[in-house]
């Protein structure tokens, strides 16, 4: 049995028909931050459960329910959440995380370290400079952990 996880960033206010659409069906929704407008957590969670967490720009009274960091279990598998990967203040590997999800860069990025996947799905909110606007999902087995980038391919 597969569990699929979307993971989105830096919406800023903006939640495009297409990442609900491509958000379809997944079974949780990860949040990276730079929400923008409480609206758009409204939104995800009727596609599937959310776990959001506060990025810089969300500093209305409605982002004080948001951690600026989550650590959340999901299909076997420890996923730590903040916002800016740079502030990371713990070893995932001592602290037995799978699955780092970072945002703020607006730059989309995978990559393993010492069996630890960092996965940034970048900015799926309004485009900025010439970034790509997109979003992540990965999709957990009870033997792997499969993440794919996809593009939301907005002109």
């Given at each position: 049995?597969?569990?699929?996880?979307?993971?989105?960033?830096?919406?800023?206010?903006?939640?495009?028909?297409?990442v609900?659409?491509?958000?379809?069906?997944?079974?949780?929704?990860?949040?990276?931050?730079?929400?923008?407008?409480?609206?758009?957590?409204?939104?995800?969670?009727?596609?599937?459960?959310?776990?959001?967490?506060?990025?810089?720009?969300?500093?209305?009274?409605?982002?004080?329910?948001?951690?600026e960091?989550?650590?959340?279990?999901?299909?076997?598998?420890?996923?730590?959440?903040?916002?800016?990967?740079?502030?990371?203040?713990?070893?995932?590997?001592?602290?037995?995380?799978?699955?780092?999800?970072?945002?703020?860069?607006?730059?989309?990025?995978?990559?393993?370290?010492?069996?630890?996947?960092?996965?940034?799905?970048?900015?799926?909110?309004?485009?900025?400079?010439k970034?790509?606007v997109?979003?992540?999902?990965?999709?957990?087995?009870?033997?792997?952990?499969?993440?794919?980038?996809?593009?939301?391919?907005?002109?």
């Open positions: 049995m597969t569990f699929r996880i979307g993971i989105i960033s830096d919406t800023h206010g903006l939640l495009r028909p297409e609900v659409r491509r958000l379809a069906g997944v079974d949780h929704i990860i949040h990276g931050g730079d929400i923008g407008r409480p609206e758009i957590i409204t939104a995800l969670r009727c596609i599937a459960p959310v776990t959001a967490i506060r990025g810089n720009v969300d500093t209305g009274w409605w982002a004080v329910e948001y951690a960091t989550e650590l959340v279990r999901l299909a076997g598998r420890a996923i730590h959440v903040l916002h800016d990967l740079k502030t990371l203040q713990i070893s995932p590997v001592v602290q037995g995380i799978d699955l780092i999800v970072s945002g703020h860069t607006h730059v989309p990025r995978m990559e393993t370290v010492d069996g630890v996947l960092y996965l940034n799905p970048g900015s799926a909110g309004p485009r900025r400079f970034l790509p997109t979003l992540a999902t990965v999709d957990i087995t009870r033997d792997s952990m499969q993440p794919s980038m996809q593009s939301l391919a907005i002109g």
